[in-house]
């Protein structure tokens, strides 16, 4: 109850001192008696409620950058500069955007390109060791004197290089002609790119699809290299890169002339051992041909001497002939021989050994030349004579083409067969005959 007496004590001395009609009510009691009612501060507790922003009227450079950017996801070295655009409506009502973005380089690009021509032109200076190196054989042996006809194909082939030499030619080769970079789009190298797209409002703010780029003041990506992305130790061309590249290639000639010098040296002194050698060679081939040839001569005098003296008039050869189970005596007796350039022919005759006076007048020629077997060819022809016609030499002796064809060998023995040359196609009617020479001449 006191509480209420507090409310009310506070009512009448409020009333006491009411304004007038036209004096609004105090603060304190504009509750009480109609007025307004006192607006309660918020409390600390109470979060306020953040008001959306508005969709702006047209797309953002934002809205802008994020339709198009990632469409050069090719172009990492691309950056985006200002971006401006203009809207139309189409004929549908939709809305067309075209923007135009400005794009810068990061950092260098580089393409890769074949050395300079300035490379292989300093490599020339090792053309005169290299060439030197490499002549043939055959250019150093003129150089000594060696006459051409003892050149051969061998000696005018090129020599290759030795493994030392060859890899410095190929170390120069490297150097001269491996690809190299060059800068063809240096860094802050503006671009301008056209971009069409449709927009589209919405409440939480713009769509934009259908991006169409025209890229085609960009360069194509995949003939370019960023900086960033070149092989570790590139070769970047620049002035200071060339000059110390040719450097670097006349130090390669002179280690190269260096090494080849002792080497081309050594080549004339080979050549020069080559022609010694091939001239005492050549020398001892004819020594030793020529020796050769007078051993054949002599071997060739002795044999022609061996014929001579074997059938040397007077001289006497007898032995056997035989025919299946058939066999008897026989004998051969030089009366004449003469000596001509390739042999000895002679006169004489043939008879029974056991039967002096059946015999046959016989003419031979005894050739010079040696066959391999070791002996020489005597061919005789038979004529007429008396013979004993129970013997089946008779057969021989009695025909008008009977003859003996024999070999002499080194200790004068006569071999070979008596038949007739119209027995050439039945050599089993021919007579086996076998003879050694006789120290005299029968009476």
Not at 36 to 51: G, I, L
Request: hydrophobic share 35%; aromatic share 6%.
């Amino acid at each position: 109850m006191k509480t209420r007496l507090i409310y009310t004590a506070l009512a009448a001395a409020a009333v006491v001192s009411l304004p007038s009609c036209d004096e609004p009510l105090p603060e304190f009691l504009q509750g009480l008696f109609g007025g307004k009612p006192t607006e309660k501060p918020q409390t600390p507790d109470t979060p306020a409620v953040p008001e959306t922003p508005a969709v702006p009227s047209t797309p953002t450079v934002d809205d802008i950058s994020a339709a198009v950017m990632p469409q050069l996801s090719a172009y990492p070295w691309l950056a985006q500069g200002a971006i401006t655009s203009e809207t139309a409506t189409t004929p549908e009502g939709a809305l067309q955007l075209t923007a135009t973005v400005e794009l810068s380089v990061s950092e260098n690009l580089y393409t890769k390109e074949n050395a300079p021509a300035a490379f292989n032109e300093e490599r020339k200076a090792m053309n005169q060791s290299a060439n030197a190196a490499m002549q043939p054989n055959a250019t150093y042996l003129l150089q000594i004197g060696a006459p051409t006809d003892t050149i051969s194909d061998a000696d005018r082939s090129a020599r290759a290089l030795p493994e030392d030499l060859q890899q410095l030619a190929n170390e120069l080769k490297e150097l001269a002609e491996s690809s190299v970079y060059v800068v063809t789009t240096p860094a802050q190298t503006k671009y301008t790119i056209t971009a069409t797209m449709q927009a589209d409002k919405t409440e939480k703010g713009w769509v934009l699809s259908n991006v169409a780029l025209q890229t085609d003041s960009l360069p194509a990506p995949d003939a370019l290299t960023p900086e960033s992305a070149l092989p570790a130790n590139a070769a970047k061309l620049t002035p200071e890169f060339e000059e110390a590249r040719k450097n670097e290639i006349r130090e390669k000639i002179a280690a190269f002339d260096a090494a080849a010098a002792p080497y081309i040296k050594g080549r004339e002194e080979e050549a020069r051992k080559t022609w010694t050698e091939h001239k005492a060679r050549v020398e001892e081939e004819a020594r030793k041909a020529a020796e050769v040839a007078t051993a054949a001569a002599a071997e060739k005098e002795q044999w022609m001497n061996h014929c001579i003296n074997s059938l040397a008039d007077g001289k006497v050869f007898s032995g056997e002939w035989s025919r299946d189970s058939r066999f008897g005596e026989i004998s051969i007796e030089v009366t004449k021989a003469e000596k001509f350039e390739n042999s000895v022919q002679f006169i004489g005759i043939v008879y029974d050994t056991k039967l002096p006076e059946a015999k046959l007048d016989i003419s031979g020629r005894c050739e010079f030349s040696k066959s391999d077997a070791g002996t020489s060819k005597i061919d005789i022809n038979i004529y007429d004579g008396y013979y004993d016609p129970d013997q089946p030499t008779a057969q021989v002796f009695d025909a008008k083409d009977g003859v003996l064809l024999l070999t002499i060998d080194k200790d004068g023995k006569l071999n070979g067969v008596m038949t007739c040359t119209s027995w050439k196609d039945q050599p089993a009617k021919s007579f086996k005959i076998s003879m050694t020479p006789k120290a005299t001449a029968a009476k």
